[in-house]
């Protein structure tokens, strides 16, 4: 078994990648999912059937994506190190790494942010590598919707204004939202927290919503019936 092989067939087991296999459910809701659909995040939760994870390519360009991204925020975070402004994470000399800070787990939802920077203000940054018109489609856009509310998660938990920080991985061209405490995207991620921790403690899923791929490509279709009801908006 190849190296690669080998990581996909740990990404398969890992539940932090459970919404991409049938094999197990996640312990926990992160917050890189709450743009998404809340109904298939309880049902990831809960860990209800699901379709096979037959696209095992897709996995792959998931791992190489995440590889080329660890690489872009550490080469990032070592910019503002030597700025003088990166506050967190720390400069772990053994594994010649940077380590990201968890956040402590409320209940279920579990997250690690990427950087706190002190850059006139205490700032948390979510940093995101992007290729080509991936790239210029967040700048055009304001942010993307999902890392949005991602950030604003971080920020609710961590009552400080955040940076979302862009990197074409192509150019090396930067651009960077700063979005201030208490933004409409901190409060709708208060939000939808609010309403999966709800959900769970009920045991009854969410309100159906609409996701961008349709939900006939929702993993979840075999036992989520039902007219849309809400829009993710």
Same mark, same amino acid.
Request: aromatic share 12%; with cysteine.
């Given at each position: 078994?190849?190296?690669?092989?080998?990581?996909?067939?740990?990404?398969?087991?890992?539940?932090?990648?459970?919404?991409?296999?049938?094999?197990?459910?996640?312990?926990?809701?992160?917050?890189?999912?709450?743009?998404?659909?809340?109904?298939?995040?309880?049902?990831?939760?809960?860990?209800?059937?699901?379709?096979?994870?037959?696209?095992?390519?897709?996995?792959?360009?998931?791992?190489?994506?995440?590889?080329?991204?660890?690489?872009?925020?550490?080469?990032?975070?070592?910019?503002?190190?030597?700025?003088?402004?990166?506050?967190?994470?720390?400069?772990?000399?053994?594994?010649?790494?940077?380590?990201?800070?968890?956040?402590?787990?409320?209940?279920?939802?579990?997250?690690?942010?990427?950087?706190?920077?002190?850059?006139?203000?205490?700032?948390?940054?979510?940093?995101?590598?992007?290729?080509?018109?991936?790239?210029?489609?967040? $700048?055009?856009?304001?942010? $993307?919707?999902?890392?949005? $509310?991602?950030?604003?998660?971080?920020?609710?938990?961590?009552?400080?204004?955040? $940076?979302?920080?862009?990197?074409?991985?192509?150019?090396?061209?930067?651009?960077?939202?700063?979005?201030?405490?208490?933004?409409?995207?901190?409060?709708?991620?208060?939000?939808?927290?609010?309403?999966?921790?709800?959900?769970?403690?009920?045991?009854?899923?969410?309100?159906?919503?609409?996701?961008?791929?349709?939900?006939?490509?929702?993993?979840?279709?075999?036992?989520?019936?039902?007219?849309?009801?809400?829009?993710?908006?």
């Amino acid at each position: 078994m190849s190296k690669k092989e080998k990581r996909l067939e740990d990404l398969m087991i890992d539940s932090k990648w459970g919404e991409f296999t049938e094999y197990t459910k996640s312990n926990s809701v992160y917050p890189s999912s709450l743009g998404k659909c809340l109904r298939s995040l309880y049902y990831l939760y809960m860990g209800e059937d699901r379709k096979p994870a037959t696209k095992t390519k897709a996995l792959v360009r998931a791992l190489e994506a995440a590889d080329s991204g660890n690489a872009v925020h550490d080469k990032v975070r070592k910019r503002w190190d030597k700025m003088g402004i990166l506050l967190d994470p720390y400069w772990n000399k053994k594994k010649k790494e940077f380590t990201e800070r968890k956040l402590p787990m409320v209940r279920f939802m579990n997250g690690r942010f990427d950087s706190k920077i002190n850059f006139g203000n205490v700032y948390v940054v979510e940093v995101k590598s992007k290729n080509g018109d991936k790239f210029y489609k967040a $700048i055009k856009e304001g942010g $993307i919707r999902e890392e949005k $509310i991602q950030l604003g998660y971080y920020m609710w938990r961590m009552m400080m204004p955040g $940076i979302l920080f862009y990197h074409n991985r192509d150019t090396e061209e930067q651009h960077s939202f700063i979005f201030d405490l208490g933004c409409d995207w901190m409060l709708l991620a208060k939000e939808r927290a609010m309403r999966i921790y709800a959900a769970i403690d009920k045991g009854e899923p969410p309100d159906k919503e609409e996701n961008k791929y349709g939900c006939k490509f929702c993993a979840y279709g075999v036992v989520c019936k039902g007219k849309v009801e809400v829009d993710l908006g």
